[in-house]
Nanobody, 123 residues
Framework: VQLQASGGGLVQAGGSLRLSCAAS????????VAWFRQAPGKEREFVAA???????YYVETMRGRFTISRDDAKNMVSLQMSSLAPDDTAVYFC??????????????????WGQGTLVTVSS
């Protein structure tokens, strides 16, 4: 599968953004898909995942602010982000796996990666 992330941009604190991860080859519904982010000078961290089964996983600190969803008709996974804060500034990546075996929170579980989209939250 080939993944294309989009939707990043500059937003003020408290604002919202919707990121999209489109699959150009293959059906995204047959993959476990996750969002990760990497802030400047920090390690990449897990944000959210949606399994093939539809099960959803979040980092607890983001639960309630971020919502991951999948649109099979559009072959896309989205990440709706609200109440954004400057600490949310990062490059956001979508990633996919044919079958996560173990923790959905670990980046090594995902073989396919999109190019990343930059989210900048100003204070």
């Amino acid at each position: 599968v080939q993944l294309q992330a989009s939707g990043g941009g500059l937003v003020q604190a408290g604002g919202s953004l919707r990121l999209s991860c489109a699959a150009s080859v293959g059906s995204i519904s047959t993959y476990d898909v996750a969002w990760f982010r990497q802030a400047p000078g920090k390690e990449r961290e897990f944000v959210a995942a949606i399994a093939r089964s539809g099960a959803i996983y979040y980092v607890e600190t983001m639960r309630g602010r971020f919502t991951i969803s999948r649109d099979d008709a559009k072959n896309m996974v989205s990440l709706q982000m609200s109440s954004l804060a400057p600490d949310d500034t990062a490059v956001y990546f979508c990633a996919a796996s044919t079958a996560v075996r173990g923790s959905y929170y670990r980046d090594h579980q995902y073989y396919y990666w999109g190019q990343g989209t930059l989210v900048t939250v100003s204070s």
